[in-house]
């Protein structure tokens, strides 16, 4: 993976990963502080009914000692024919506005009901216990009616005309227009539940009793109650359970819905999910421009330091800026600059240098033959000064001296110009291994003669170099040559071939004496040789012919251990 490729990334997921962190704290923020304003809505709406039943209580009891004090009232207290006071019971429930009111004789037979007329001498049937008879407090209790029972705050009151005594039993029901009383906030609304199908809200009957049966029987009775398949249909419920002598008569439910919070947080969600998709796009664009302005000025000096490793060290970078980035170019660029002038310091060195050697070596050479040339001319003039009678037969032997020896300066000579005129190689597709196959035809009686094993390790499939045969051919002759030389009393050669990516490796391993590190050093430098008759010409030769076929060549050596040659040579390219 590129560095331009890890800056768009990092660029990308670093936005992307502050708006999903950013979304996620809103978004919990926003649902506790829902949970937070909506339980302490539900507890307002708690504490008001409350306080409303509390109000409406008392206002019951108002309302039942005004029937107790009314007219109707004594004269059905002072009646002896009680069915004169059937209707009594209606007319005090509309005049004092109550819901239900009965007319009880002591023995708690009706005398007149205003919601159950029929009921008339029948015995009262509220869920009253004894000590509400006598009770000066309104009360929950639970009233029969034809359509069934009703819970309902009820108050009872007591009238005394002379050894005959009344009771007065009124209440007022708890239905969808007291819990519209209340005055919830939006998104708010009160539900009573008395049994499973006895369930309203302010605006009547409600379905779902049994899930608000389930709830009611919890401790502590609170929940969540998803009402359709959608969550946004969810209410977060709270209950106030309604007991009267530890019998529960009914449960208000404040019921909060998530609608809004639900909505808010898809809102929510959905505008993380565009924001977080913008900022990626964002991060991109800034990652490419970023990139853009680190990466380049980056891929520049590497094309650069590319183009130093393969020997063009002209190379300068553009200057564009004055941060990190244009100081490293400067710093490039001075480097560069440092390194031409080092290498022309070098190659004038190396130049001075290696004529000194060619100089001395050459001068060796010639100084050979020349010794010998000199003795003979001065023995010739000696003699002919001399006039010896011998002067003939020492010409003669003269000469013949002085031939050889011009023969020698001349191979001497020869040599030195074979190296100077090196012929190009003409490039032609090779078959490496057939080459090295070659080798060992040539050279395989010259191996059983010096009792030397040959072991040859070739690369299938055959590979291909772009190489001049006849010159390939020479490198490896000259390296076996070699190799034969530095075991004189036998041992093992190994020829190896192998193909890599971009090139094909020949490796020659010699078990022989092996070289010093300095040997190692001056192998390939003209005239050296550690052989007592070479010339020091043959692997300045191969050298050369490796370079020209743009290749390198490489030795290892170690004393008692052995050499190895290793040549690559590129790989001919596909058409």
């Known amino acids: 993976m590129t560095f331009r490729t ?7 997921f670093t936005i992307s990963g502050a708006v999903a962190l950013a979304t996620g704290a809103v978004s919990i923020w926003t649902r506790w502080t829902f949970e937070r304003l909506d339980n302490e809505r539900r507890q307002a709406v708690l504490q008001q009914f409350q306080r409303d039943l509390a109000a409406r209580g008392a206002d019951v009891v108002h309302r039942v000692e005004r029937a107790s004090q009314s007219d109707a009232a004594m004269r059905t207290a002072i009646e002896h024919d009680l069915s004169l006071s059937f209707n009594e019971a209606q007319a005090l429930a509309e005049t004092q506005g109550l819901d239900f009111l009965d007319l009880l004789r002591p023995d708690h037979a009706i005398v007149s009901s205003a919601h159950w007329p029929a009921r008339f001498g029948y015995q009262n049937d509220w869920l009253i216990a004894p000590e509400d008879w006598s009770a000066t407090e309104s009360f929950l209790t639970r009233i029969p009616t034809p359509e069934g029972k009703a819970v309902a ?3 009872v009151r007591s009238i005394a005309v002379g050894d005959r005594k009344l009771y007065v039993l009124g209440a007022r029901r708890l239905d969808p227009a007291f819990l519209a009383s209340l005055g919830t906030v939006p998104g708010m609304r009160a539900m009573l539940w008395f049994s499973p199908t006895e369930v309203f809200d302010s605006r009547g009957p409600v379905d779902g009793g049994m899930q608000l049966a389930a709830l009611a029987a919890k401790s502590p009775s609170n929940g969540i109650i998803q009402w359709g398949a959608a969550r946004d249909t969810s209410e977060v419920v709270e209950a106030l359970p309604l007991v009267r002598r530890d019998q529960l008569l009914g449960v208000l439910f404040a019921a909060t819905s998530l609608r809004a919070q639900v909505r808010l947080q898809r809102s929510i969600l959905y505008t993380g999910l565009i924001v977080g998709f913008t900022g990626i796009l964002l991060g991109v664009l800034i990652g490419w421009w970023t990139t853009e302005r680190v990466t380049r000025p980056v891929e520049q000096i590497a094309a650069g330091a590319a183009a130093v490793a393969n020997g063009d060290w002209s190379v300068r970078l553009p200057v564009a800026t004055d941060d990190d980035i244009g100081q490293m170019a400067r710093s490039f660029n001075r480097m560069t600059e440092q390194l ?5 310091r070098a190659l004038q060195a190396e130049r001075v240098a290696a004529w000194r050697e060619l100089a001395r070596r050459l001068a060796h050479e010639l100084k050979n033959p020349l010794f010998p040339l000199q003795i003979t001319v001065e023995n010739m003039r000696k003699a002919r000064e001399q006039n010896s009678p011998e002067f003939d037969e020492i010409f003669a032997e003269s000469t013949s001296t002085l031939l050889a020896e011009l023969a020698n300066l001349r191979k001497i000579v020869g040599r030195f110009s074979d190296f100077a005129k090196m ?10 291994n057939d080459v090295v196959r070659d080798i060992r035809k040539l ?5 059983q003669a010096s009792r030397v094993t040959a072991e040859f390790d070739l690369a299938q499939p055959d590979f291909t170099v772009p190489a001049d045969r006849g010159l390939i051919s020479r490198v490896l002759q000259n390296l ?3 190799a034969l030389d530095a075991m004189p009393g036998g041992g093992t050669l190994r020829i190896q071939t192998a193909k890599f990516d971009d090139f094909g490796r020949i490796v020659l391993a010699d078990s022989g004496q092996g070289l010093t590190e ?3 050093g001056r192998l390939f430098t003209p005239y050296y040789t550690t052989k007592r008759l070479g010339t020091g010409l043959g692997l300045a030769i191969v050298q050369s012919v490796v370079s020209d076929h743009h290749g390198k060549i490489a030795v290892s050596s170690e004393p008692g251990q052995g050499t190895t040659f290793t040549i690559d040579l590129p790989l001919l390219r596909e058409a």
């Open 340 to 344: 031409v002038e080092q290498r022309d």
């Open 443 to 447: 050279f395989e009686a010259q191996f």
């Open 480 to 482: 076996v040559l070699n």
């Open 153 to 155: 705050i009820a108050a």
């Open 423 to 432: 012929p190009a190689p003409e490039l032609e597709p090779l078959v490496v």
């Open 518 to 520: 300095e040997e190692v």
């Open 6 to 12: 890890k800056l768009l990334l990092i660029s990308a």
